[in-house]
């Protein structure tokens, strides 16, 4: 090479594979990728069945296809999975994972089993564009958006952890999706849209249309579309019934403050009182947790039907917040119920391995920040 010394050569990135991942594609999009090889649309849809609901990463694996189509096929595509950068298993049973991407972004998906189902925490975006003042992920500026293979590929790891292929056999832990993790769903609107709709296929991922939640700050343009077209049950993160307090909290509400909100509530296409919306609120003591306030809940609730779900705040090192106590938590709730909507209290899982929105993740960067210094 002409020019100055060199400096001893810097080991060499592994090339990027070339082939395009099946995970990520929809029906679709399958059919169009494998035409080329003269793969008709139903065989297609059979790789599909192979890819999401039988959980093969192998192509020799798809015994109804022909051999030499398998290894055509091999050549030319991957079935790929996440890289774990870390896992942890809580004394209560809740599993966390860290996720790293080809380009080396990472975020957390988080599968919470309890006696009845088994809910999979699932991230949306890598950071944050929202500022939520309570929320650890809201510190962290928004990196981008997560492809659908990305937000799909949370699922098939879990399910591959769990030893749950095909995806619907009977007795699965993993039942219940919910998009809570990191980022705004409704702000990567068609990745998100993509990845649910390939997890709520029978072929596919075959999770039920009414145990996929997905959860909004507020993003009202979107809330109607999201109906129309995923058509899941929605979570809205209400967190306070003033407009001033919410527009600290949740500072969306300066753009689309509550009575917007609750308006697209009340047009939500799909809702009615078997599938209600769940109001999200964080509980907060000294901010939103007067006895007023909940009654001003019960309120501003009438007419839609809905369910109310007081999660206790979890702190993180240099929030501003703390939680509310157990006995006011309780009031609150209790005066929620009363006025005739279920209210639960979210119990605080795997606190042991960081199991709150955004923790994992930036232990991981601060550990390796200390290391670089
Ligand atoms: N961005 C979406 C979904 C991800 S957050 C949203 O805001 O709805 C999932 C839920 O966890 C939201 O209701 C969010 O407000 C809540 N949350 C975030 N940080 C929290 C914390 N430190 N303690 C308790 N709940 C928190
Ligand atoms: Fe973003 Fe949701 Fe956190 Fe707000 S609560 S900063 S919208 S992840």
């Known amino acids: 090479m002409p020019g100055g010394a060199l400096g001893p050569k810097a080991p060499e990135a592994p090339a990027a594979d070339p082939r395009p991942n099946l995970v990520g594609m929809d029906r679709a999009d399958m059919a169009a990728a494998l035409a080329p090889f003269g793969v008709a649309p139903y065989r297609a849809g059979q ?6 609901n039988r959980g093969v990463t192998d192509f020799d694996a798809m015994t ?4 030499a189509l398998r290894a055509e096929l091999a050549e030319r595509f991957r079935i790929d999975r996440l890289q774990v950068a870390d896992a942890r298993l809580s004394v209560d049973g809740t599993r966390k994972w860290l996720v790293r991407f080809a380009d080396a972004q990472e975020a957390e998906t ?18 944050c564009t929202l500022t939520c003042s309570f929320c650890h992920t809201g510190t962290q500026k928004l990196v981008r958006n997560l492809e659908p293979g990305e937000i799909l590929g949370q699922l098939m790891l879990a399910r591959d952890t769990l030893g749950e292929w095909p995806a619907s056999q009977v007795d699965r832990r993993l039942t219940n999706i919910v998009m809570m993790g990191m980022g705004e769903p409704l702000y990567n609107f068609d990745n998100v849209k993509k990845a649910l709709n390939i997890a709520l296929d ?20 979107m809330i109607r579309r999201a109906g129309e077209e995923i058509g899941v049950m929605l979570a809205i993160s209400l967190h306070a019934v003033r407009d001033e307090v919410r527009d600290v909290l949740v500072p969306i509400n300066r753009k ?12 939500y296409p799909t809702i009615n009182n078997a599938r209600r919306i769940t109001f999200e609120y964080v509980m907060l003591k000294g901010i939103n947790d007067s006895d007023a306030d909940a009654r001003e809940l019960a309120r501003l609730l009438k007419g839609i039907p809905s369910k109310v ?13 703390e939680c509310s106590d157990d006995a006011r938590i309780q009031r609150f ?11 639960t209290v979210r119990t605080p899982r795997g606190r042991d391995i960081l199991a709150a929105c955004g923790q994992l993740k930036s232990e991981s960067v601060r550990e390796r920040k200390s290391r670089a210094s």
């Open 333 to 343: 709730a209790d005066i929620v119920n009363r006025a005739g909507y279920v209210s």
């Open 256 to 267: 689309w403050p509550i009575a917007e909100l609750l308006a697209a509530c009340r047009d």
């Open 110 to 127: 988080v599968f919470i089993p309890e006696p009845d189902r088994g809910t999979l925490c699932v991230s949306s975006q890598i950071g």
């Open 64 to 67: 109804n296809l022909s051999k």
């Open 47 to 52: 790789v599909f069945q192979w890819v999401y």
């Open 309 to 321: 779900n007081l999660i206790p705040f979890n702190p993180w090192p240099g929030s501003a917040y």
């Open 202 to 221: 029978g072929e596919g991922v075959a999770i039920s249309r009414r145990k996929i939640t997905l959860s909004t700050s507020g993003v009202v343009p």
